[in-house]
């Protein structure tokens, strides 16, 4: 694992209490801390302000992932295979593909006998069974907390229950989620699905969510399920991770003191999309760039702060790259803000946990 990831994560991990600990920046911190608009837009100086959101860049499922692959890389040799994209970062992707990752999108494309990596987003169970029936050697970097849903639904189907995931259709995770059962899942994107939704028995009904949601949309879509099938069983520990909700609250906390917010991360990333729109629903200008290369100086125009994020994919390394570029664009001073101090870390796979250490 490189260095800078490591000083991303302090390894402190304790699995069992994790959400509770680490779920959100707390509403009081940002009554105490957000200013009203009005009074951040005086004038300061003709110099940009640079305003970091905390936390921000990758999560401990994400730093999980990416270290599967290179200590696979670094014990067995190139090539792994990896299904899918590890996580939807094109920075990471290729940077792991120079180092000899192979990246398919079926597991018809993987020799027989060969490594593949699953992707942080999970599979589906007809997946796992046909890297068995074809021997594949398996390393499974999906995200504990993606495994933790796929365990929500095997109880919830095994207890007779038809399953109502909220998510977003063709999105990996919720094409592994689905997969957990043969039948009895729906999957709802809004509330007007849920207006459309029929099912078996709504006595015998529950719900689980993508976890890489906007706490927004997904608190206004479960209302609706609430509303619609009163008796609706709801997951004893909320599906969307604590690193989607400690970026979303920290981009809240952020947002009504700058003028425009930047977010770093692929095209391709929910979770960095979602923040984009957080930002978008407090009034501010928002944009996702995958580079610094990809800033366009017209979105700076009379701006003097400029908040800067990432998504849970993303590395600090494209953030360190992007405030150089904003400082090359005037900015002359970097303001990080306060937020929750992360510490949570998942174990690698038995094969791999103490392996290239």
Not at 109 to 115: M, N
Not at 117 to 133: E, L, P, T
Not at 138 to 149: E, G, H, S
Request: aromatic residues 4%.
């Amino acid at each position: 694992m490189c260095a800078a990831r490591k000083q991303t994560l302090a390894r402190t991990f304790a699995f069992g209490p994790i959400l509770d600990r680490h779920v959100r920046v707390s509403t009081k911190l940002i009554a105490e801390k957000v200013k009203d608009r009005s009074a951040m837009s005086e004038p300061l100086s003709n110099a940009m302000e640079v305003v970091l959101a905390q936390p921000r860049g990758f999560c401990a499922g994400v730093d999980r992932a990416i270290e599967i692959v290179e200590r696979a890389l670094a014990v067995h040799g190139a090539p792994i295979y990896v299904r899918h994209e590890i996580v939807h970062n094109k920075y990471v992707v290729d940077d792991l593909r120079t180092k000899g990752a192979v990246f398919v999108d079926e597991l018809e494309q993987v020799p027989t006998g060969a490594i593949v990596v699953f992707s942080a987003h999970g599979v589906a169970k007809v997946v796992q069974r046909d890297a068995q029936q074809r021997g594949l050697r398996v390393f499974d970097a999906t995200c504990p907390l993606v495994t933790k849903v796929h365990v929500e639904v095997a109880k919830l189907r095994a207890a007779g229950r038809e399953i109502v995931m909220i998510g977003h259709l063709g999105h990996p995770e919720v094409e592994g989620t689905m997969g957990q059962s043969e039948g009895g899942m729906h999957l709802v994107e809004s509330v007007d699905d849920v207006e459309r939704l029929q099912v078996r028995s709504p006595e015998l009904l529950a719900y689980v969510t993508q976890t890489t949601l906007s706490l927004d949309d997904a608190a206004a879509i479960i209302a609706a399920l609430k509303r619609r099938f009163p008796s609706i069983a709801e997951p004893k520990k909320a599906d969307i991770c604590y690193a989607t909700q400690n970026r979303q609250d920290a981009v809240k906390f952020m947002a009504p003191q700058v003028d425009v917010v930047i977010v770093v991360g692929s095209e391709n990333s929910s979770n960095s999309n979602r923040l984009r729109e957080v930002a978008q629903r407090f009034g501010v200008p928002a944009y996702l760039v995958d580079n610094a290369d990809q800033l366009d100086p017209a979105w700076l125009e009379n701006r003097r702060r400029v908040g800067v994020t990432a998504g849970a994919s993303a590395p600090e390394v494209l953030v360190t790259a992007l405030i150089e570029r904003l400082k090359q664009l005037g900015a002359r001073s970097v303001r990080p803000l306060d937020g929750v101090q992360e510490k949570v870390v998942f174990p690698l796979p038995k094969g791999l946990n103490k392996a290239a250490a």
